[in-house]
């Protein structure tokens, strides 16, 4: 990704269909840019802010991850300024990885409902190391088992950073409520 640095005010670049937004870290002051909202939204697509990845300011190299996105209240599909955090090999990288649950169907056809509590997982990975998301098989689970983050699998190099016996999702039957037999009154508390 290409990106310029900026002197115009941020709603000005918004009408030029450009992204404002600003890159800092590792051995650098932070730097206004811009960017085509095309172009970065291809790289956001990409690498989403889990993976790290090459930009160029001015033809200088920095091996950046998108640390953080602003988004329009209105219409939450745009994004309206982002945060880019450069960083060395030597680095981690602090983000949040979404939980994503295999097997959900199969739990479905059994009658059981799966409740995810948790959608995703605080961790630290080194720079270079990239995941998207973290999958967990959970389609031989049945009507009362829990995953807590502790059975949560993650290769090696990732760091968790959550309480290990949160709960990330239970396996229940669904809840339905007796309603009273026909003929018969329901109950109702005497008042005095």
Do not use: W
Request: charged share 30%; net charge negative; glycine share 6%.
């Amino acid at each position: 990704m290409k990106l310029m640095k900026r002197d115009e005010k941020a709603g000005a670049l918004r009408k030029q269909d450009m992204i404002p937004g600003v890159v800092y870290g590792h051995g650098i002051d932070a730097i206004s840019v811009k960017v085509p909202r095309k172009e970065f939204v291809k790289s956001y697509e990409k690498f989403r802010q889990t993976k790290t990845f090459n930009c160029e300011i001015d033809q200088s190299p920095h091996q950046v991850y998108i640390k953080d996105v602003q988004r329009d209240v209105l219409n939450p599909e745009k994004i309206t300024h982002f945060d880019l955090l450069k960083v060395s090999a030597s680095d981690k990288i602090h983000t949040r990885l979404p939980i994503v649950l295999l097997g959900r169907e199969n739990i479905e056809r059994q009658g059981l409902i799966v409740q995810q509590s948790l959608n995703d997982i605080d961790v630290k990975y080194q720079v270079g190391k990239g995941l998207e998301s973290i999958e967990v098989d959970i389609a031989d689970f049945k009507d009362g088992d829990t995953l807590k983050v502790s059975d949560v699998k993650v290769p090696d190099y990732v760091d968790v950073l959550e309480d290990m016996d949160m709960l990330v999702a239970s396996i229940a039957h669904p809840r339905v409520e007796a309603e009273p037999v026909e003929g018969e009154a329901a109950e109702v508390p005497l008042v005095e």
